[in-house]
């Protein structure tokens, strides 16, 4: 998996964070989940703007990873 496509993962990651924000009502009672959501939005906000910084820098990594199988 190279950089870019991690990046293309993280906006669509980014995407559903942002639909799951907006589509929670703005109630008193949903303030601690619009908190963690916007916290998580924010977190991955700054991965994904340094990983676009590290593409722009002229790196084309491929990252190596195992594909875990779990038994039940």
Known sequence: MT???IIIE???I???LDDAFYQ?????ANQ???SSLD???S???VLKDNLERVV???AEVTVPYEDVKTEA
Request: hydrophobic share 25%; net charge negative.
């Open 3 to 5: 950089l870019k496509e």
């Open 10 to 12: 993280l906006e669509i």
């Open 14 to 16: 980014e995407g559903q």
């Open 24 to 28: 929670l009502p703005e109630y008193d």
């Open 32 to 34: 601690d989940s619009r």
């Open 39 to 41: 916290s998580g939005r």
């Open 43 to 45: 977190d991955l906000y």
């Open 56 to 58: 722009l820098n002229g």
